[in-house]
C-alpha cells in the first residue's frame, strides 16, 4: 500500500505540486479570513489548473485520486472551520465585547483610582478595588491617582487625577 502510494506520486511535476499547494492554501484562507471570496475563487482556479495539468501528464486513476486527495483535504479544512467557527467568529465577538465593555464601565466615569502599572499609553489601574486595563495619551506614574474621563467600545481612558 505505501509503496503504491508513493507511485501516485512520483509523476507528478513540480509544476502540479506548486499550483496545488498554492491552490489549497488560498482556498484554506477564504474560511478563517474571509476576502469576500476573491481567495476561495482564486484557489479553486488554481487547483483546477493543478487537476489539469495532472491529467495531462499522469494517467486517468492518478488524477482521480489526486482529485479524492484534494476533495477530503478540502472537506477536512471546512469541517475545522465550523468546529471553530472562525468566520464572523472574530468579528462578532469583538462588537459584542466592545458594547459589553461601555454597558458595564459606562459608570465609571469620574471615578478616582490607582495606577498599579506605569501607564505609557496602556496600563493597568484599581477602581473601586476593581483592576482595569486602560488607556492614556499621557505618561502616568505607577502610584498616581487617576480618573475615568471616557469609555468607548474599545478603550477605558483615563488622566492623572487633581
Given at each position: 500500500m505505501g509503496e503504491s502510494f508513493a507511485a501516485l506520486f512520483d509523476s507528478a511535476n513540480i509544476l502540479v505540486i506548486c499550483l496545488w499547494t498554492t491552490g489549497f492554501i488560498l482556498f484554506?484562507?477564504?474560511f478563517f479570513q474571509p476576502m469576500h471570496g476573491v481567495a476561495y475563487a482564486l484557489g479553486?482556479?488554481?487547483?483546477g489548473a493543478a487537476f489539469i495539468t495532472r491529467m495531462l501528464y499522469g494517467s486517468a486513476g492518478e488524477a482521480f485520486v489526486f482529485v479524492l486527495i484534494t476533495a477530503v483535504l478540502m472537506l477536512a479544512v471546512h469541517m475545522v472551520s465550523l468546529a471553530t467557527q472562525k468566520r464572523d467568529w472574530l468579528r462578532v465577538a469583538r462588537i459584542e465585547r466592545a458594547g459589553e465593555r461601555s454597558k458595564r464601565y459606562g459608570s465609571l466615569i469620574n471615578s478616582i483610582g490607582v495606577a498599579n502599572t506605569p501607564i505609557d499609553l496602556t496600563g493597568n489601574v484599581s477602581v473601586n478595588?476593581?483592576?482595569l486595563v486602560v488607556y492614556s495619551e499621557k505618561p502616568i506614574a505607577s502610584g498616581?491617582?487617576?480618573?475615568?474621563?471616557r469609555v468607548?467600545?474599545?478603550k477605558i481612558i483615563v488622566e492623572k487625577a487633581d
Open positions: 484554506s484562507i477564504e479553486v482556479s488554481v487547483l478595588d476593581v483592576n498616581e491617582r487617576v480618573r475615568i474621563v468607548t467600545p474599545d
